[in-house]
């Protein structure tokens, strides 16, 4: 019998592994049945005309932050899982902290899953927290299913007694003792507390808390005795090591060159870092107020030249949200302004508008650095992350040449303030598609709400 497709995208140019072909894509069951020419439709079969568009996998954003429990009034799973399923992302990872309880027990992933539950537009996975004192709930954690833990090394911020806590030494060298036991992965905010802890508060004493007196506060090299300390606990431990949101060259470089002694590393950075700068910073504020800062025009150039390298192993929003106010009230100085930029809706058109329409980069590549790569680090690669027979049929359509500027209107999560209203982009998403549901085109919006479901993936051994 002829096998019958629900769903055939045809006409696009398909953004496999390596190269760009013409075909067709015949969908069944949410996955991805077939790849060819002029698939045969049969009389149920839905027909997506995808000519001129590229069809690309979504998007697996690894590192945002939603609120809930207790702060969905900062950002929520619907409105958060919106704004990704609009940008073309369909599986994101949610961070331990920002919400209250933070995921660093059992307890408080349960409660984190059932805020999820429902109300994603597309599927997602769960990040648990290594803090002081939770030693003894990381197995729990990992046996619950979380993706991985995630530690800071410098304050993250955040109000109330238990709010997530950066690691000491102990902590950190004990815990990826612990996640290597449990053959885990740990993921690090990489900046040193006591160098950005003594050069802020200097910079407050003496009334430098302009938006270059911050960056000056989190230099270069805060991130990078951070790395050197964790790659060392990495190579003495064993343990799985993720660097979050690198923001210079010779971070990446010094992962690089400990990947190629054989530690078990990887490295990512976000959009941010790469579009904006200091003097962006200085522009607009604290809508660009981030930890680890962004940096100069020259670094700027540098971190494209180690990503056009294949020095980055993957891209991530870092979607930081919070209430408009923390950002920009009235006499709020630089340092006290929420630090977190909100561009999660942005980072795949960014990535293709500046990676491939401006700077010419193969769109394999950019698409390898948002989907193949970060499924294949943390265990998604048999549903997701590629354009195969077999895999979910997690798809973006992308227009990639379709000028438009982004509005605040534009934006689908809770608070719409971004660095980049205002930027003219040169491709738009058109339509994304989740196991085979479009959940959001470009005319209508978001038409799909709260079928994402939790993949429990724990160490690359997914349970579902
Ligand atoms: N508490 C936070 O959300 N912190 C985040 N803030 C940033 N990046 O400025 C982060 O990932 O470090
Ligand atoms: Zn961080
Ligand atoms: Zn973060």
């Not at 160098?195 to 302009?210: E, K």
Request: aromatic residues 6%.
């Amino acid at each position: 019998m002829e096998e019958t497709y629900e769903l055939i995208i045809t006409n696009g140019d398909v953004v496999l592994p390596g190269e760009v072909l013409k075909l067709d894509i015949g969908v069944k069951d949410g996955k991805i049945a077939a790849l060819g020419k002029q698939l045969a439709a049969g009389a149920d079969t839905r027909i997506l005309d995808a000519e001129g568009l590229y069809v690309l996998p979504g998007m697996i954003d690894m590192h945002v932050h939603f609120n809930e429990p207790a702060l969905g009034h900062w950002e929520g799973f619907r409105t958060g899982s919106a704004a990704l399923a609009a940008g073309g992302i369909t599986c994101y990872a949610d961070m331990p902290l920002n919400g209250n309880p933070p995921t660093v027990n059992q307890a408080a992933l349960q409660l984190k899953a059932e805020a999820a539950s429902g109300n994603s537009a597309v599927d997602y996975v769960l990040w648990g927290g290594l803090v002081p004192g939770n030693l003894e709930d990381l197995e729990h954690l990992a046996a619950a299913g979380v993706t991985g833990f995630k530690a800071f090394i410098s304050n993250p911020g955040g109000e109330g007694e238990g709010r997530f806590r950066e690691v000491d030494d102990d902590t950190l060298y004990q815990g990826m003792k612990k996640i290597a036991a449990l053959s885990g992965i740990l993921a690090l905010h990489a900046e040193s507390e006591e160098l950005t802890a003594a050069l802020s508060a200097d910079a407050l004493r003496s009334g430098r808390t302009g938006a270059r007196d911050f960056a000056a506060s989190r230099p270069a090299e805060a991130e990078l005795e951070a790395v050197a300390r964790a790659l060392l606990y990495s190579e003495r431990t064993g343990c799985r090591l993720h660097f979050v949101h690198i923001s210079t060259s010779a971070a990446i470089e010094m992962i690089h060159a400990a990947k190629l002694r054989g530690l078990d590393v990887t490295a990512e950075t976000c959009p941010h870092y790469l579009i904006l700068n200091e003097d962006t910073m200085e522009e607009l504020g604290p809508l660009a107020k981030c930890a680890p800062p962004l940096r100069s025009l020259e670094e700027q150039e540098r971190l494209w030249k180690v990503l056009a390298d294949g020095k980055i192993d993957l891209i991530a929003s870092d979607h930081s949200p919070c209430p408009t106010e923390l950002k920009l009230a009235p006499g709020l100085s630089f340092f006290e302004a929420w630090g977190g930029i909100s561009g999660a809706q942005s980072s795949l058109e960014l990535m293709f508008h500046e990676g491939v329409n401006v700077r010419g980069l193969p769109v394999t590549q950019i698409s390898a650095l948002l989907s193949g790569l970060p499924a294949r680090r943390f265990g998604l690669d048999h549903r997701k992350g590629s354009i195969a027979p077999g895999l979910d049929a997690d798809l973006v359509l992308l227009n990639p040449d379709h000028s438009y500027t982004l509005a605040a209107e534009d934006l689908l999560y809770r608070h719409k303030h971004s660095p980049y209203t205002g930027m003219t982009l040169s491709c738009k998403v058109m339509a994304t598609l989740s196991r085979g549901t479009v959940v959001y085109n470009a005319e209508q919006g978001v038409v799909a709400e709260g079928g994402g479901e939790w993949l429990r993936t724990y160490e690359g051994q997914p349970s579902i």
